[in-house]
Nanobody, 134 residues
């Protein structure tokens, strides 16, 4: 059974740095495109970015939605079956529940098409709450 577990959320201050972890079990992430998305209260679910499989497609490239581009990094450790999201210069607008998901249709770039997200997921985690507030 495939499971994704996100962690690393919490209360952070504006201007701070966020590091989220997405640990997978029951599957090997090497061959999968993995995306990060977030859902803020009163807003549509938004793709944050994605990372392609370094083995299959996109050569492991990463893509980011404009609102986080330049201050975010998605990376993966295939030995640990873990994908990371690091985000700097946090803003109150980054407050949301963050999810990681395994993409079964689409590419990492399809995570960044705005709402609705073009990529399709077959597995996702329970989410981790991130609150950015002073």
């Amino acid at each position: 059974q495939v499971q994704l577990v996100e962690s690393g959320g919490g209360l952070l201050h504006p201007g701070g740095t966020l590091t989220l972890f997405c640990a997978a079990s029951g599957t090997t992430l090497d061959y999968r495109t993995v995306g990060w998305l977030r859902h803020a209260p009163g807003k549509e679910r938004e793709g944050v970015g994605g990372i392609g499989s370094s083995i299959r497609n996109n050569d492991g490239r990463t893509f980011y939605v404009d609102s986080v581009k330049g201050r975010s990094t998605i990376s993966r450790d295939n030995h640990k079956d873990t994908v990371y999201l690091q985000m700097n210069s946090l803003q109150p607008e980054d407050t949301a529940v963050y999810y990681c998901a395994i993409v079964y249709r689409g590419t990492a770039e399809d995570m960044c098409t705005g709402a609705p997200i073009k990529a399709r997921f077959d597995y996702w985690g329970q989410g981790t709450q991130v609150n950015v507030s002073s």
